[in-house]
């Protein structure tokens, strides 16, 4: 629930058969604010370059503020083990915490941290970042987390031809951050680097190793590994090519593995992909895996795919497809992932099926799956629903609105389809679209208005991004006036790179490291 300088959040449950809830409140008053219940903190140091997701769950009463050019947070109460999935978060009451963070500005090109909680066991970290040029930082973090040592730093240089992340980071061997029922996040670890070439707009290189903790809750601790990588990718006449290789290890085992990819767009409206994967532990046989996808979009709503799989001598054939329409979203695919800690097969295909139903007002089903750090498949539901007082519902009550000038502003997303409950700024005021991605009101005279988009509001949750909106908008006499549009794209919500590689199932190799 949304209201001037307020907002409450309830949700409640089941995972793994458990039943958890959760509930937040918070407050604004002046620049600070104030909350109660369920709280999660951000834990991010500016060395977490490869995984920037770090954070601890607790129950209690925060604060933060901003003064003379400090940010200042600090929460009492006790620690929290997370009943997580993307959607979905509840937790229960633990031990009895405290945090305190401070985060100061001193120039243009230097930042500094300080993070403590103080527990049954205390975690201090100091860091800090400079940037002598643009998109080029350099970073350092130091102390001890839960009892463990724990140094870090990191360099993250970009410039038009290539792509510098590396990190260095010295922690115990169960040195950990957050705490959660399910192994779906992880700590980098020792050296961490990956360099990407662009000598080309048609050719790029890249290569790397990236180190991790993945937590093991039958062994209560965390399994440490690492993955050695090297790709390339290559566009020309149409024609995108890429190849990778690895080396990981877990365990105590290594594998070596490749995996190549061509794709092709035959006709505006088919897509042809094919991958070669083949992977060999130490001291065993090799297996590989040929894996052809076709993908017919038939027409903006509608689109099929049929994939072909052949692995140690047995051919499977695999269906697929989307459907976008306003009462339902559907997509279907099959993707392949290399998870590390699985030595003995690292190549894992997935079916990823995320389904929406968007019934009668404002609520709507969702479900999807998703794969965690040890490639292990998990999947998640929700249901929500979305009630707003004082907003318009349908154009026919605009008419009680007094005035001659008319301000209307629509919200689409990418596919052209409305977008209910978008939150709005008019002049420092907040506002939400009704039930056809419009907002519409009237005054006396014709006005400038300034306008924000808050993507953080959406009443519908998730995440979105603005890909066009104007700074501000003119209200007019005109009765067909369109108005303002403002184009925004829905992005999936943060993924729990359980890996710590980050999911890069978008890159030619069509193959994503790690879970997501």
């Known amino acids: 629930m949304h209201a001037t300088h307020s907002d409450l959040t309830i949700g409640a449950g089941m995972m793994d058969g458990h039943f958890g809830y959760g509930a937040t409140m918070e407050k604004?008053?002046?620049?600070s604010v104030y909350s109660a219940g369920d709280e999660q903190i951000d834990f991010l140091l500016p060395t977490d370059i490869f995984d920037p997701s770090h954070y601890l769950f607790a129950r209690g009463l925060g604060y933060r503020t901003h003064s003379e050019g400090m940010d200042i947070y600090a929460f009492g109460g006790t620690s929290s083990t997370m009943l997580e999935s993307p959607i979905f978060q509840a937790g229960n009451f633990g031990k009895g915490m405290a945090f305190f963070s401070l985060r100061k500005q001193l120039s243009p090109s230097w930042t500094i941290w300080s993070d403590t909680v103080a527990s049954d066991k205390v975690t201090q970290i100091a860091a800090a970042q400079w940037e002598p040029a643009k998109k080029f930082v350099l970073a350092a973090s130091g102390g001890s987390g839960a009892g463990q040592p724990y140094a870090a730093g990191s360099v993250n240089l970009s410039r038009s031809w290539v792509d510098l992340l590396g990190s260095y980071v010295s922690a115990g061997q169960n040195f950990r951050r957050v705490v959660v029922s399910s192994p779906i996040q992880a700590e980098p670890y020792k050296g961490n680097l990956l360099v990407t070439l662009k000598p080309t707009q048609f050719l790029s290189l890249s290569g790397g190793t990236q180190n991790f903790l993945v937590p093991d809750q039958q062994m209560n601790q965390n399994v440490s590994s690492g993955v050695r990588s090297a790709s390339a990718n290559l566009s020309v006449l149409g024609l995108s090519l890429g190849g990778s290789v690895y080396n990981s290890s877990a365990l105590g085992e290594t594998t070596n593995a490749a995996a190549?990819?061509?794709?092709?767009?035959?006709?505006?409206?088919?897509?042809?992909?094919?991958?070669y994967m083949v992977s060999k532990p130490k001291g065993d046989t090799a297996t590989s895996t040929f894996f052809t996808t076709f993908t017919e979009t038939l027409n903006q709503h509608f689109s099929v795919?049929?994939?072909?799989?052949?692995?140690?001598?047995?051919?499977?054939?695999?269906?697929?497809?989307?459907?976008?329409?306003?009462?339902?979203?559907?997509?279907?695919?099959?993707?392949?992932?290399?998870?590390?800690?699985?030595?003995?097969?690292?190549?894992?295909e997935s079916l990823m099926l995320d389904v929406s139903l968007h019934l009668f007002g404002r609520a709507t089903l969702h479900g999807a799956t998703f794969v965690g750090p040890t490639g292990q498949t998990l999947y998640t539901t929700t249901a929500d629903a979305v009630g707003a007082r004082g907003q318009s519902s349908s154009p026919q009550t605009e008419q009680i609105f007094i005035?001659?000038?008319?301000?209307?502003?629509?919200?689409?997303?990418?596919d052209n389809r409305p977008v209910e409950g978008a939150a709005l700024m008019i002049d420092g005021k907040e506002v939400f679209?009704?039930?056809?991605?419009?907002?519409t009101m009237r005054e006396h005279r014709p006005r400038q208005h300034t306008l924000k988009v808050l993507t953080l509001l959406f009443l519908d949750g998730g995440h979105w991004q603005v890909v066009s909106a104007p700074l501000s908008i003119r209200s007019s006499r005109r009765e067909d006036d369109p108005g303002a549009m403002i184009v925004v794209r829905r992005v999936p919500d943060p993924a729990p790179t359980g890996s710590g590689l980050g999911p890069q199932a978008g890159s030619p190799t069509g193959i994503t490291v790690g879970g997501r």
Do not use: C, K
């Open 403 to 414: 005035g001659d000038s008319v301000l209307r502003i629509t919200v689409v997303d990418t």
């Open 433 to 439: 679209t009704d039930d056809t991605g419009v907002f």
């Open 305 to 348: 795919n049929e994939s072909i799989d052949n692995s140690s001598g047995q051919t499977s054939i695999l269906y697929g497809g989307s459907l976008l329409t306003n009462f339902v979203s559907i997509t279907a695919n099959y993707e392949n992932f290399y998870v590390p800690v699985d030595t003995s097969s690292p190549f894992q």
């Open 260 to 275: 190549f990819t061509a794709m092709r767009d035959v006709t505006h409206w088919v897509r042809v992909m094919s991958n």
């Open 28 to 31: 604004q008053v002046g620049h």
